[in-house]
């Protein structure tokens, strides 16, 4: 393997540029990263870790990520992590037990980041690095799309690993088979670490599947990627019975069978598929990482999506008022999506307030600037990303931050067919799902 300067004519970024782009590290880093020798992650490892990863996106070709990061301390670091997460119950609660100080601790909210690290790396500087006082809750879709969803994946690992009960990593609908296949993940890793590729992905898959689905903030807050989710079906009523043998009964579309469902129901919810199911009766998992939020009343399926959800204000209103909650921050839906919804906010400033109701509010929030990375420049949003800060003493009003995509980004060939696959998670195709997992 190559040692020392190597590509220097990939350096550094367009010094004419008079963009918010930070400075990089004045000196390469020591690479390959090495594996802490007592196996205890400390922060300095953690900030290093970062800045390589930083330096590594400007300074070297994907393909030599390997001399940056060896598959051994991969290994490790998500063996690590994974090992914490899988442990962790469906739906994380952070409260006094685990270490919230209604005087003196904060609560920061991310959305969406898809793999665009040095909008991840503004947003933990801008926001300060998770802390003893200094929560985090990252809403999941942290690959796909963007060219640094494995440095993005990891250096989160490494803080989960670092302060797991400072640090919580929802699972996102992009944290799956079947979307890391389409939108670039797979391909991205199978870029950086040639032989190793298909084992890098097989264990992050494998970490995906111990991300938890949703969170509750001091009792206040619900989040999740994608946000509310039906309960578990119950057989139609007994009526059914006592006409015996009525060959004319009308089949009863479950549809009508639709309700909203509880935390109990989501905590007994088998979370650790590789693909979250769209039928049969283990769709809780799919719900919470693939519903939307509807100005129109009730539940229904998601069919834009084939997956998932949409549900009304009266739903949002029901679930807040049912766990005396405020607000439900949820995420995955970006400009491209929100472009197609007229009834709707825009993601311009990286959030929208969805539902106001009578018990508090439902937000979409989005931490992707300039999203998607790779669409064509006449195509794609200038949004600005958003994080949400959550204060005491009651963590249930909502600061918002929006910011600004750094730019530019480090030239980088896209790792999935961006023309083809314009909009975001639609129309999936449950056929090739089937085939995948
Ligand atoms: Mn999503």
Known sequence: MEEGNIHPQLESPNPKSNSTSPPPPPAPPQIPITWPEDGVVSSSWV?????????????????????????????????????????????VKIDEDSGLNSESSSVVV?????????????????????????FFVFNGDYVDRGAWGLEVFLLLLA?????????????????????TSVYGFEKEVSMKYGDNGKHVYRKCLGCFEGLPLASIIAGKVYTAHGGLFR???????KRGKNKKKNRKVVHNPEVNALTLGSLEELEK???????????????????????????????????????GLLWGPD?????????NLKLIIRSHEGPDARDKRQ??????????????VESGKLITLFSAPDYPQFQATAERYRNKGAFIILEPPHFDTPIYHSFEAVTPRPKVNPYYDFEDVIDSDEELDLQSMVADS
């Open 231 to 237: 309960g578990t079906f119950v057989t139609p009523s």
């Open 343 to 356: 009834d709707l906010g825009g993601m311009d400033k990286g959030y929208t307030v969805d539902h106001i």
């Open 159 to 179: 803080w989960k690993v670092l302060m797991p009960q400072r640090v919580y990593l929802l699972r996102g609908n992009h944290e799956s088979k079947y979307c």
């Open 315 to 323: 739903c949002t209103e029901e679930f807040l008022k049912k766990y």
């Open 47 to 91: 900030t290093n870790l970062m800045h390589t990863f930083d330096w590594a996106s400007r300074a070297i070709p994907p393909s030599e990520f390997p001399s940056v990061l060896p598959v051994s301390v991969f290994d490790k670091l998500v063996l690590t992590a994974s090992k914490i997460l899988h442990k962790e119950p469906n739906c």
């Open 269 to 307: 919810a088998r979370r650790s598929v590789l693909d979250p199911p769209w039928e049969g009766s283990n769709l809780i998992p799919g719900d919470v990482l693939w519903s939307d939020p509807s100005m129109n009343a009730g539940l229904s399926p998601n069919k834009e999506r084939g997956i």
């Open 110 to 134: 991310v959305g969406d980041v898809h793999g665009q690290l040095h909008d991840v790396l503004f947003l933990l500087g801008d926001a300060g690095y998770p802390s003893e006082d200094r």
